[in-house]
């Protein structure tokens, strides 16, 4: 089975070297694991599991599963402090050129309007111009953008991944650990899928940490909804949604399966005004919602178009102003953490050789083939609704 080609990815400057404060959590969380609990099965168990989760993510989650949450979250706010994104200069090597970009295709969706740079700042050559990623004969299914993230930290670059509705259908991945169990969806994109996929990106927070809300699919919940959640919900048809449960959105016969985190963060076109001031039942506990940290978001536009955002040195309300930029009329948070934020996209062969793999944005810390093995984390997928032939 030949194997996808590698992504050239460019040395990053020093202030946002990856390892930084991985190392020191790692370091800590031994410590505090061994004291805890030498030798247990559970400790064996999170350090062995399949997938590609780094050494210091699987302590980490380890950590809060055995009553040592207010002990990572305090060590990642220290780092933080120590730690934080730097301010001005201008992305090394200016806005990239997306990887793997194809010729456009008529058909499909039209083309959003290019992003506007983030407010106060004249747009960077190439800043915010959508890149086809992914065409079909019937249109153009995936486009990508890069933009900086706000107007103080302006060496940094976020990725915008916009999906047309009629074009791709989604897939909520159950995660081994997260939310665990038996389904029949797999925990990765195997051999079948991978000849339609097009992209996968991480889902919300841990369902029994600070995520306050439900996982619902194949009929059963896992965790049960909660009203008023921001609630991913992907219909039996494959088109997405994102609303507040029971109220923009609720179970149906057309439901396939339901994501929930926090509440939702844009709603008819407005960023929530709590970003900046909300507690931990909003926006979590780890490190804080005004914390410029990698962040992830998802939401749909008023066409029905589906938008992920992920990128370094981004608050809760620069994610949220990322989203409305983007034409979303209704999003959510995701994930947060460098080990945890993750957009791939795909070019699918119709084979089930592995596609070709691509990273979203520059500093994304996960690997763009890391859904196509065992996930302990549960991920959501589109596949193409007509496979490309082999």
Do not use: K
Not at 120 to 142: I, K
Not at 170 to 189: A, F, K, N, Q
Not at 268 to 277: F, K
Not at 364 to 374: D, I, K
Request: proline share 10%; net charge negative.
């Amino acid at each position: 089975m030949p194997s996808a080609p590698t992504v050239p990815v460019r040395d990053a400057p020093a202030h946002r070297r990856p390892r930084r404060w991985h190392r020191a959590l790692a370091v800590a969380l031994v410590i505090a694991a061994v004291l805890a609990a030498l030798a247990t099965p559970s400790l064996v168990h999170a350090l062995t599991r399949p997938g590609s989760d780094t050494v210091a993510a699987r302590l980490a989650e380890w950590g809060r599963d055995h009553g040592l949450g207010p002990v990572v979250t305090w060590l990642e706010a220290r780092q933080y402090d120590l730690h934080q994104p730097s301010t001005g200069g201008a992305p090394p090597g200016g806005i990239p050129v997306a990887s793997g970009s194809e010729a456009s295709h008529p058909g499909g969706q039209p083309a959003p309007p290019p992003l506007p740079p983030p407010a106060g700042l004249t747009p960077l050559p190439g800043e915010g111009v959508w890149h086809t990623v992914v065409a079909t004969p019937r249109g153009d299914a995936v486009r990508v953008a890069s933009v900086r993230p706000d107007a103080q930290h302006t060496s940094f670059v976020a990725g915008v991944m916009w999906l047309d509705p009629t074009l791709v259908r989604g897939v909520l991945h159950p995660g081994t650990e997260d939310p665990g169990g038996s389904w029949r969806t797999p925990t990765s994109i195997d051999a079948a899928e991978q000849r339609s996929v097009v992209t996968a990106f991480s889902a919300g927070f841990r369902l029994q940490g600070d995520s306050h809300g439900g996982w619902y699919a194949e009929g059963r919940a896992a965790r049960p909804l909660v009203p008023g959640a921001a609630s991913l919900v992907l219909h039996r048809d494959g088109t997405a949604d994102v609303g507040a449960w029971g109220t923009e959105v609720g179970i149906g016969p057309d439901v396939e399966s339901v994501r929930q985190n926090l509440v939702p963060l844009v709603d008819q076109g407005v960023v929530n005004p709590t970003c900046a001031t909300g507690g931990t039942a909003e926006w979590g506990s780890t490190v804080g919602q005004a914390a410029y940290i990698h962040r992830s978001a998802f939401g749909v536009t008023a066409t029905g178009a589906e938008v992920y955002v992920g990128g370094p040195a981004l608050s809760v309300c620069t994610l949220g102003d990322l989203l409305r930029s983007a034409g979303v009329v209704r999003g959510m948070e995701l994930d947060i953490n460098p080990a945890w934020v993750s957009g791939a996209y795909f070019h699918p062969t119709g084979t089930a050789a592995h596609p070709a793999a691509f990273r979203l944005f520059p500093d994304e810390q996960v690997g763009a083939q890391h859904y196509l093995q065992t996930s302990s984390r549960d991920f959501v997928s589109f596949d193409l609704r007509v496979p490309p032939r082999s």
